[in-house]
């Protein structure tokens, strides 16, 4: 079988138009390409949300390499803002562009063509698993979570799994994930009550009691940071009254927070002190408060050690950069991985993902490549 050009795969990635939650063709060119190699392909498709799971090896080999990354993007936004196609795959001057090219089909066409090469010329005494979903960028409810799910249920596994997430902030090699921060979001609906501002002592203004609590809230200090994370982080993104008029006191106020939370905490801890702080000011004030929490992930942290040495080292070897262990960044999908077994994330230099003319050095796709591949092979050595 003919090596695997992963430029070429990114391309043709980028002309699938996969916005979430539409697939696009992605995982279908996917799974003809892995079939083609002899991984074993199942989808994992769960609701609108598509997924493929592909293995080469023996099902449940105690040495199992896995790769977990997505297909699906954003939307383009403005469509007259960009200089070239969103979905055009066009080169100019050695950079690919299109939606998706950074955020993460280099990554997924970088480790699938690493995969399918190694397997191919140096068979390993193991195997090599593959978990590619449409819904990272979505609520990502059926995408990783349907493919851990559907391999609990089939008796797969994966040892380690690398998860091909743009992570370098700067250069290529500069930064591996070995952890995220946990992510919550808060809605705050505040009912006080209604009447005439020049006759305030006649109402209960609920915005007195929300600017108070967003006070509280966003001028705590939520901890001092650990060892391989920062401070704790909460935002108030948005406050509103939907009142027009300035001679009326309105009736509700509703406000949110974002708290991006290290290991100090866990989402049902901040969740506890978030409905204590809203009763304290429901006596204060006189009003009532409706809490509503969602929570998108807890912080987790892959102690450094075997599978973030072996990446390091791999990365090390190909780019020269020694890069730093973090977990800074938003969440991923690892945040789902990490209950199924080590995980740590190595990806491209994610500067333009999500931007508009998205972008990606094809020097940067082909040294991925060779990364991954050096992983792989250090793996099974």
Same mark, same amino acid.
Request: with cysteine; aromatic share 6%.
């Given at each position: 079988?003919?090596?695997?050009?992963?430029?070429?795969?990114?391309?043709?990635?980028?002309?699938?138009?996969?916005?979430?939650?539409?697939?696009?063709?992605?995982?279908? $060119?996917?799974?003809?390409?892995?079939?083609?190699?002899?991984?074993?392909?199942?989808?994992?498709?769960?609701?609108?949300?598509?997924?493929?799971?592909?293995?080469?090896?023996?099902?449940?080999?105690?040495?199992? @390499?896995? @790769?977990?990354?997505?297909?699906?993007?954003?939307?383009?936004?403005?469509?007259?803002?960009?200089?070239?196609?969103?979905?055009?795959?066009?080169?100019?001057?050695?950079? $690919?562009?299109?939606?998706?090219?950074?955020?993460?089909?280099?990554?997924?066409?970088? @480790?699938?063509?690493?995969?399918?090469?190694?397997?191919?010329?140096?068979?390993?005494?193991?195997?090599?698993?593959?978990?590619?979903?449409?819904?990272?960028?979505?609520?990502?409810?059926?995408?990783?979570?349907?493919?851990?799910?559907?391999?609990?249920?089939?008796?797969?596994?994966?040892?380690?799994?690398?998860?091909?997430?743009?992570?370098?902030?700067?250069?290529?090699?500069?930064?591996?994930?070995?952890?995220?921060?946990?992510?919550?979001?808060?809605?705050?609906?505040?009912?006080?009550?209604?009447?005439?501002?020049?006759?305030?002592?006649?109402?209960?203004?609920?915005?007195?009691?929300?600017?108070?609590?967003?006070?509280?809230?966003?001028?705590?200090?939520?901890?001092?940071?650990?060892?391989? @994370?920062?401070?704790?982080?909460?935002?108030?993104?948005?406050?509103?009254?939907?009142?027009?008029?300035?001679?009326?006191?309105?009736?509700?106020?509703?406000?949110?927070?974002?708290?991006?939370?290290?290991?100090?905490?866990?989402?049902?801890?901040?969740?506890?002190?978030?409905?204590?702080?809203?009763?304290?000011?429901?006596?204060?004030?006189?009003?009532?408060?409706?809490?509503?929490?969602?929570?998108?992930?807890?912080?987790?942290?892959?102690?450094?050690?075997?599978?973030?040495?072996?990446?390091?080292?791999?990365?090390?070897?190909?780019?020269?950069?020694?890069?730093?262990?973090?977990?800074?960044?938003?969440?991923?999908?690892?945040?789902?991985?990490?209950?199924?077994?080590?995980?740590?994330?190595?990806?491209?230099?994610?500067?333009?993902?999500?931007?508009?003319?998205?972008?990606?050095?094809?020097?940067?796709?082909?040294?991925?490549?060779?990364?991954?591949?050096?992983? $792989?092979?250090?793996?099974?050595?």
């Amino acid at each position: 079988m003919p090596t695997i050009d992963p430029v070429e795969l990114t391309a043709d990635l980028i002309r699938c138009q996969s916005v979430t939650p539409v697939e696009g063709g992605a995982l279908v $060119l996917l799974e003809r390409l892995l079939s083609d190699a002899g991984f074993e392909c199942t989808r994992a498709d769960r609701g609108e949300i598509s997924n493929l799971f592909a293995r080469w090896g023996a099902k449940g080999h105690e040495k199992t @390499f896995g @790769f977990n990354g997505h297909t699906d993007v954003v939307p383009i936004g403005d469509a007259s803002a960009w200089t070239v196609d969103p979905f055009g795959a066009e080169v100019k001057d050695g950079i $690919l562009y299109g939606r998706g090219s950074t955020d993460m089909k280099s990554g997924v066409a970088a @480790f699938a063509a690493a995969a399918i090469d190694f397997v191919t010329n140096t068979p390993p005494n193991g195997a090599v698993v593959l978990t590619i979903t449409g819904d990272e960028e979505g609520d990502a409810t059926d995408g990783t979570t349907a493919l851990l799910d559907y391999m609990d249920t089939a008796g797969e596994q994966m040892t380690v799994c690398l998860v091909g997430e743009p992570t370098c902030p700067n250069q290529m090699g500069d930064m591996i994930k070995i952890g995220r921060r946990g992510s919550m979001t808060a809605w705050f609906t505040v009912t006080g009550v209604q009447g005439h501002s020049a006759y305030p002592h006649r109402a209960n203004n609920p915005l007195n009691a929300m600017v108070r609590l967003m006070d509280r809230l966003a001028s705590h200090q939520l901890d001092k940071g650990t060892e391989h @994370f920062d401070p704790s982080t909460l935002a108030v993104v948005t406050v509103d009254t939907g009142n027009p008029a300035t001679n009326v006191i309105p009736a509700q106020a509703t406000s949110a927070v974002n708290i991006r939370f290290n290991d100090t905490h866990t989402g049902a801890s901040l969740s506890d002190w978030l409905q204590s702080e809203a009763n304290k000011i429901c006596e204060e004030f006189g009003v009532t408060i409706d809490t509503k929490i969602k929570i998108s992930g807890e912080s987790f942290l892959t102690q450094p050690g075997p599978l973030s040495t072996l990446v390091a080292g791999a990365v090390e070897a190909e780019t020269g950069v020694r890069p730093e262990l973090s977990t800074t960044g938003g969440t991923s999908d690892a945040r789902f991985v990490k209950n199924h077994c080590p995980v740590v994330e190595f990806g491209l230099v994610g500067k333009t993902m999500h931007q508009v003319d998205e972008h990606v050095e094809i020097d940067h796709i082909k040294q991925l490549k060779s990364i991954y591949s050096k992983i $792989l092979a250090d793996y099974f050595a």
